[in-house]
């Protein structure tokens, strides 16, 4: 059963353990909330870091919060190549065997990733209610169809199935304005 769900475009942005954050903001240092994301408990801050790659420094990335258990910073390819890594590879939020590592740069401190840089997949957050009522689970893999002028098939589309999660399409900004996507407009999700 096809159906319609939301976007969220998603740029580059930075998630740290509760141990950088005390390197790179000070010790004790606490997360300030400046917006609330789509999905429940998940919120931009106010805090950012500057990506020390092996040719160039992006500044004043963002950070997301809450704090993980394990540094994550996603980008897109465009900023893999301004950085000077060409093989960012596209990985599932939290796979990080086998990514390159970046320096992380903050106003108390700085932190050398040994590896944790991915370009996330195509991914769509859904409720186990939502789940249930789509016939699918956890991993499932779709496709997602936009319309309009730009159409687009997008294939390779993760489905993650939680309790906590709200049904929304995560894609990075760079293939969302290819396909001319924008925050909050609906695509089709196709369940085959």
């Known amino acids: 059963m096809n159906f319609q769900c939301t976007v969220g475009l998603s ?16 010790e004790g240092h606490e997360l300030t909330p400046i917006k609330d994301l789509s999905q429940p408990g998940q919120f931009a801050c106010d805090e950012k870091v500057d990506l020390v790659g092996p ?28 950085l000077g890594l060409a093989d960012v590879p596209v ?18 401190g700085e932190v050398e990733l040994e590896k944790g840089v991915i370009a996330a997949a195509r991914h769509i957050h859904m409720h186990t209610s939502d789940a249930e009522k789509y016939g699918l689970k956890d991993k499932d893999i779709v496709k997602v169809k936009v319309g309009g002028q730009r159409g687009v098939i997008f294939e390779n589309v993760l489905i993650r199935v939680h309790d906590t999660y709200a049904l929304d399409m995560h894609l990075d900004v760079e293939e969302g304005n290819a396909a001319g996507l924008a925050n909050g407009d609906t695509v089709e999700v196709i369940v085959e």
Not at 14 to 19: A, D, G, R, Y
Not at 67 to 80: L, M, N, T, Y
């Open 11 to 26: 740029n580059k942005h930075v998630h740290l353990s509760k141990e950088h954050i005390d390197i790179l903001f000070g």
């Open 55 to 82: 040719k160039r420094t992006i500044k004043g990335v963002r950070i997301l919060g809450p704090a993980r258990k394990e540094s994550q910073v996603e980008i897109s390819f465009s900023d893999g190549f301004t």
């Open 91 to 108: 990985r599932d939020s939290g796979k990080l065997d086998g990514t390159p590592g970046i320096k992380l740069v903050g106003p108390c």
